[in-house]
């Protein structure tokens, strides 16, 4: 699983031109590509002059992500900041055809600190 924290997502709200900001969350399971990490900053700043509905640029990125690199399982979370006194989460995800998650392992609870 390749995790990777993006604090500094800004698009332009399609209707009033005003900056929006996110925090996009990409995770992944690479099957043989991984994401470069200057280019997908690259990639990112491309957004900030564009205007977008957080749901379609959320999409957007997933899917270009997804055909780039064509992962096993890819989901993005985008948080966007508050607008209009409303918060906004966008889940995407990806699933290569067939592919399934492994069954999460179970611990036992650890010992009491102390």
Request: charged share 25%.
């Amino acid at each position: 699983m390749v995790r990777i924290r993006i604090p500094e997502f800004s698009c332009l709200c399609p209707k009033t031109g005003q900056p929006d900001f996110a925090t996009l969350e990409l995770e992944y399971i690479p099957e043989q590509r991984c994401v470069e990490l200057k280019s997908l900053k690259l990639y990112i700043w491309s957004f900030r002059n564009e205007g977008a509905f957080h749901e379609d640029v959320t999409n957007r990125i997933l899917n270009d992500l997804a055909t780039g690199l064509e992962p096993r399982f890819a989901r993005l979370t985008a948080r966007f900041n508050v607008r209009g006194g409303i918060w906004t989460t966008v889940v995407v995800e990806h699933r290569a055809p067939g592919w399934r998650a492994a069954r999460p392992v179970e611990l036992p609870p650890g010992e009491p600190a102390g």
